[in-house]
């Protein structure tokens, strides 16, 4: 064996991986090469054994190199195949989306309200028992507690806490922070344990009134109203009060509108009774004022408190209620 025959069984088996044959050094001339080892004298053997061991790496590293490139190229391929297009072509210019009906509905009422000389005030959606019922003169065993379908926290002392079931707490956290006169509404989220149908949500919205003043009459509270509703919904409509019952006013009343849909006539919308009624109202206890500090022989007021969901149904002859939380585009899209 000459050195000149390592060279050329390299050059052939590089030759053959090139074709394709990876398998060149298992079979191939330099396998051949290393079985004829013996032949050579002692002395050359370790010679032309470290020969062929760098040959057979030369082409160790060609085989390598050529696997790798067959196995990206392979995965190449396949990515290629499995491609996903996740790009979605949209008909038309992207459109913009908009504050839902119910907050367009808090913020005409609001510009209203201020436009009448009053402020806006908010507060807390989780509220104590104290703030919620017993200061607005619902002591522990009033029925009317019952009537609020309450959620009550796992917090603090059992039912000492509760997601607020309607706005008028926050007419005693004004009255705590400031003194009157007073001239506020106050609107925000409320939450009952209702099963929703076509005139109920769970969660809804209302806003409370609240007016405290010397020499305020029934006769302010009746005017005030009145005087939103036409502002709100337009000439047309009528107002009526009709005697009710609440534990913070007294005396109570339901206002009620005139049905948009019908013109008072009766209709479906109404019930057939021509009227639609909106929220309660009246003039603050005496109980009330005591709670947070105000002297009843001084000061009186007027609250008031309805909801800006429904009042946003009525006005758009909207015949269910749940669509205002539903996301449907159909519906949001025409606001
Ligand atoms: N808080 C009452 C409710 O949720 C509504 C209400 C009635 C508020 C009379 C008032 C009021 O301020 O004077 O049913």
Redesign the pocket.
Known sequence: MEEADVKTAMEESLARVEGGDLGVLKRGPLVDLNSRLKELAAEDRPRFGQLLKDARQTVQARIDALAAAKESAERAARLEAERLDLTEVLPGPPTRGHLSLVTQTRDELEDVFVGMGFTVAEGPEVETDWHNFEALNIPKAHPARSG?DSLYLDWGEPESTLFR????PV?IRLMQSQPPPIYAVMPGK?YRKDTPDASHNATFH?I???VVDHGITFGDLAGTIDEFIHAYFGPDIQTRLRPAS?P??EP?AEFEVSCAVCGGAGCRTCSGVGWIEL????MVHPNVFKAVGIDPEEWTG?????GIDRIAIVRHGIEDIRVLLDNDLRFVTQF
Do not use: D, M, R
């Open positions: 609020f079931p309607h706005t008028s007419q409320v209302q409370e009134g609240l609440f913070f006013t109570s929220g309660g109202c009246g007027f609250a008031f408190g309805f």
